[in-house]
């Protein structure tokens, strides 16, 4: 009895455990195979207008906290200013399906920094990528 | 007596849900604060040689998952190849600490690596960056 009670309630902790659980959810539809098959992995290269750092951190920092917190769909959303040329800007951007994605470009916050960056934003490009080794997004193991 | 065993347990369990479990460690020395502090956050642009495409993923593929697994002071080593240009890869690579780097690039998995592409690499970019929501590598919430 005491065993089926701890089984139950370490099911229910690794609910608790949402990376994890978010890792080991289909991408999309029931039964899917391999959860990373519909996966979009974008990283996006942006150069911010010199004058406007400050004020563009603060949005991409919005919509990345946002975004992470409000949408399942959004796997990754990870932003990076390079130290050698702080207008460079580098996001790693991880959708669970297409449908997530375009879920996502729709969202307020999204729109917000969209509308709210566009003359801070000098150039941006978007390189769609196939990830080597999927599963590696998240650790799973930490052995020594 | 069962709130006190099941509050050890969890405890237990979470320290089985590797992802969480890292995220929650100090990034070096005890009690540090903010476990991002001392993360080194660098993305890799690598140009491939048209011709060793399948050789490069074969061994980018290894190392990412060989240090994934075996080292826990690497935190993400999520390797990508572009879709429109196939021989442009790009590595996101993330240590918990200047000392996690400098193990990581002298462990067989690496040299193995390093040696090994040599002749595949034709052009290697290191770009040091500063993460904006430093938290946000792991998804905590799954809010819908």
């Known amino acids: 009895m005491l065993a089926k009670t ?21 991408a999309s539809g ?26 563009y951190k603060v949005m991409a920092a ?4 946002e975004s992470m917190k409000r949408e399942p769909g959004v796997r990754v959303l990870y932003s ?14 991880i959708y669970a399906s297409e449908a997530a994605y375009k ?3 729709q969202t307020a916050h999204f729109q917000k920094y969209k509308q709210g960056t566009l003359k801070m934003v000098k150039d941006l490009q978007l ?3 196939d990830p080597l080794v999927p599963e590696a997004l998240i650790k ?4 020594p």
């Open 62 to 65: 919005e919509v990345g906290r």
């Open 103 to 105: 879920h996502h470009i």
């Open 140 to 143: 799973r193991e930490n052995v």
């Open 30 to 55: 029931a039964g899917a195979a391999n959860p990373y098959a519909g996966n979009i992995v974008r990283l996006s290269m942006i150069t911010v207008d010199p004058a406007q750092l400050d004020a």
């Open 6 to 26: 701890l089984a139950a309630f370490a099911s229910a902790v690794c609910l608790c455990c949402p990376a994890f659980a978010a890792d080991q959810a289909p």
């Open 127 to 129: 390189i769609d990528c």
């Open 80 to 93: 990076m200013q390079e130290q050698k040329d702080p207008t460079r800007f580098y996001i790693l951007e």
